[in-house]
């Protein structure tokens, strides 16, 4: 890594991008992201490594240098390394920022398409599909129960929530860095771009049809996951065949990640995934 340099005034221009994070996201902003904590971190260090996203720039609180120096080795020499002291931290940040670790992190200039993303999925794979997931909190929980069970891509329709979002980011620990995904478009298209490439593409809705665990194994399959509340659009629930998740009746639905974390772990199972 590059040698670390030390900011002492909280309005010095080169940590400009860190400034008052929690009343303005970079997302959206010239393809930038903020990354907050040593877990996401690392994460971007191995995304950053395989050409996935990189860091432009990170701000890490002095006294936690020594104990990051084996992730920031992990970061080429010409991402500049800034260190702070709290104070100076949390007037940036515009917050206490306990974690005392942010980054800047970039998105590839030609992004993502979801072509080409299913065109690379292996013959034996698990997508998860999110239509209208506008929660962040549910949006980073879905790409943290991908990653546990495997799921080889995560897409989700331009109406969702951008999961490069801080909160989102973080509560996925990072996993939205190591999951392919996509974000665009109308999720039939999406679900029928996968159809077409030999998925079996399941809807969960209270309502759906069988319970999860009648669901039939196929060597590449899909789990579609609906917006709370609204739950999945009549397009996509009449189109594709739907599952439910059996519960006791005296609440109408699960949380949208629980759902999709017991789902995507029997379907893991049924594919030998886990």
Not at 115 to 131: F, H, K, Y
Not at 260 to 271: F, K, N
Request: a negative charge; hydrophobic letters at 50%; charged letters at 20%.
């Amino acid at each position: 890594m590059g040698a670390p340099i030390a900011i002492d005034d909280p309005a010095d221009p080169r940590v400009a991008a860190f400034r008052d994070i929690r009343e303005r996201d970079l997302v959206g902003r010239q393809g930038r992201f903020v990354v907050e904590g040593t877990v996401v971190l690392r994460m971007l260090a191995a995304a950053h490594g395989k050409g996935r996203f990189r860091a432009e720039t990170i701000l890490v609180l002095e006294n936690r240098l020594a104990g990051l120096a084996d992730i920031l080795s992990d970061f080429p020499d010409d991402v500049p390394i800034y260190v702070a002291s709290a104070a100076v931290i949390d007037a940036i940040a515009g917050f206490n920022m306990h974690r005392g670790v942010l980054a800047i992190g970039v998105r590839p200039e030609a992004g993502f398409d979801a072509q080409a993303l299913i065109a690379g999925l292996p013959e034996r794979a698990l997508v998860l599909a999110g239509c209208g997931i506008s929660n962040h909190d549910n949006a980073g929980s879905l790409f943290r129960n991908a990653a546990a069970f495997g799921a080889d891509a995560v897409m989700l329709d331009a109406t969702s929530c951008d999961p490069l979002y801080r909160k989102a980011l973080r509560v996925s620990v990072g996993s939205v860095l190591a999951v392919p995904y996509v974000r665009e478009g109308d999720m039939l298209d999406l679900l029928g771009r996968l159809d077409a490439a030999g998925f079996a593409v399941w809807g969960l809705s209270p309502r759906g049809e069988v319970e999860i665990g009648d669901i039939p194994v196929s060597p590449r399959m899909a789990l579609v996951m609906g917006t709370e509340g609204e739950g999945l659009p009549p397009a996509v629930m009449s189109r594709f065949r739907t599952a439910r998740i059996a519960q006791r009746p005296q609440l109408d639905s699960l949380n949208v990640a629980m759902a999709a974390g017991l789902a995507l772990y029997r379907i893991a199972q049924l594919q030998g995934k886990i």
